[in-house]
Structure formats: structure tokens, C-alpha cells
């Protein structure tokens, strides 16, 4: 089915583990962002790409890893987990710049233990 | 940066008209989305506004003011399933920046019948 998936859904990982959330889109958009979501703070970029091999940082960069080889693809690597990683990330793209909305996938929850 | 300021919690009963507000303080404007997101689940997009006055789609409607960095989201004949939480976010830069998004924390909204 079409759309913007994310992989897992949940993960509980251990503090100091490297974990890879992964994203994928099926609309061939250029722009594709990944955002943490956590109370208190509203959502929140991490990174961001506007094209394939093309990505920039965003507020909340710091422990994060991203690449795009693929434009469908924008996997989302935390080096080493720590507990205030603790979030649900959402993966979101979009088709180009402008008055376009960006499109969210459903969602990781991610426990850091 | 921003500052983005909405009401953290509102409540209204079925049918009503309810409006969440959001000011906003940034350097370089380009665009404020509103997006509706329910518990548990990704955000959806609902209305977009770059230039002053109304934008309506429907039982929404959302209005923008640049000089008084102001925007509201007009709510009409509430139903239940409008329960849920309003995002409002600027979207702020130029070239390489432009298009990332910064969110409010999100207006919880709770109808009643």
C-alpha cells in the first residue's frame, strides 16, 4: 500500500546499544524529516533531507545519525541509546518546498531502558 | 529561533464553535500549518496560511495576522471525534532552510456531548 511507513513500531533497547528506526516512502517526495515527539516539548526536528545524499540538522541533532542513499529511504541511527532518547519519532516527508504539508508516518515508540 | 504559544488544554461540547489561538515569534516567516493530531497516532495536515486573513475548508477555518505574529483555528459544530490535539507550527527560513517546521506544544481539546 502506498504511503509512509515506519519500522519497528515499538523498540526497548538498553542504554549505550546503537538502534537503527527506519523510514519509507512510496510518493517519491524529495523532503523527508524525522521528528521526536515528547510532552512538554511539542514536536521537535532532528534531521532533515531535501533530496538523496542531501541532509542538514535540525534543533535536536546531537546523538543522532541519518543518510539517504535512496530517495524512499531515511533511516534514522541513534549511536549509542541513551534514556533521554527516550520518545516517539515520527518519520515525515513531503514533495517539495513551499505550501506543501508534510506527510507523518505512524509513529516508534522508543524505550530506552 | 521561535516562539510558538498555544493554550495548552480547551474544552467545548458538541456543536459549539471553539477557537485555539497561537502567537509566534520569529525572524523570518514563511507559512503556519495547523495539524489535528489524536491520541496515539501521527499528525494529519489541516490548514495552511501564508498571507493575512481567512483560509475555510469545510467546519474549519483558520486565520493569520503577520504584523501581530497571530494565528487562530476556528472550529465549527463540534462533533466527538474533534477531540484530539491541535498543532500550530511555523514554518521559518530561506534557501537551504525552508521548509522545516517548528511546533507548538499543542492544544489539547476535549468535546463533551
Known amino acids: 500500500d502506498a504511503g509512509i511507513t515506519q519500522s519497528p513500531r515499538y523498540k526497548i533497547t538498553e542504554t549505550g546499544r546503537q538502534v537503527t528506526l527506519m523510514c519509507h516512502q512510496t510518493?517519491?517526495?524529495?523532503?523527508m524529516f524525522w521528528y521526536r515527539q515528547d510532552l512538554g516539548h511539542g514536536l521537535r526536528l532532528i534531521y532533515y533531507?531535501?533530496?538523496?545524499?542531501?541532509?542538514d540538522k535540525g534543533e535536536v541533532p546531537d546523538g543522532y545519525v541519518v543518510s539517504r542513499s535512496k530517495t524512499e529511504n531515511f533511516p534514522l541511527t541513534l549511536e549509542s541509546a541513551t534514556r533521554s532518547q527516550t520518545s516517539v519519532y515520527f518519520c515525515?516527508?513531503?514533495?517539495?518546498?513551499?505550501?506543501?504539508?508534510?506527510?507523518f508516518g505512524p509513529g516508534t515508540r522508543l524505550t530506552v531502558t | 529561533g521561535q516562539n510558538i504559544d498555544q493554550p495548552t488544554e480547551m474544552t467545548a461540547t458538541e456543536g459549539a464553535i471553539v477557537q485555539i489561538n497561537c502567537t509566534y515569534q520569529?525572524?523570518?516567516?514563511?507559512?503556519l500549518f495547523w495539524y489535528q493530531q489524536h491520541a496515539g497516532e501521527a499528525p494529519t495536515f489541516l490548514s495552511y496560511?501564508?498571507?493575512?486573513g481567512l483560509e475555510e475548508k469545510g467546519r474549519f477555518s483558520s486565520f493569520l495576522s503577520r504584523s501581530k505574529g497571530y494565528s487562530y483555528l476556528l472550529l465549527k459544530e463540534l462533533q466527538m471525534k474533534d477531540s484530539a490535539s491541535y498543532l500550530c507550527?511555523?514554518?521559518?527560513?530561506?534557501?537551504?532552510?525552508?521548509?522545516?517546521?517548528?511546533f507548538g506544544r499543542g492544544t489539547q481539546l476535549t468535546v463533551w456531548p
Open positions: 507550527a511555523v514554518r521559518e527560513g530561506r534557501g537551504s532552510t525552508l521548509g522545516r517546521l517548528y
Open positions: 510518493w517519491s517526495h524529495s523532503y
Open positions: 496560511n501564508v498571507l493575512d
Open positions: 520569529t525572524s523570518g516567516f514563511n507559512g
Open positions: 533531507s531535501a533530496a538523496a545524499d542531501i541532509t
Open positions: 515525515a516527508s513531503s514533495p517539495r518546498q513551499g505550501a506543501d504539508e508534510q506527510y
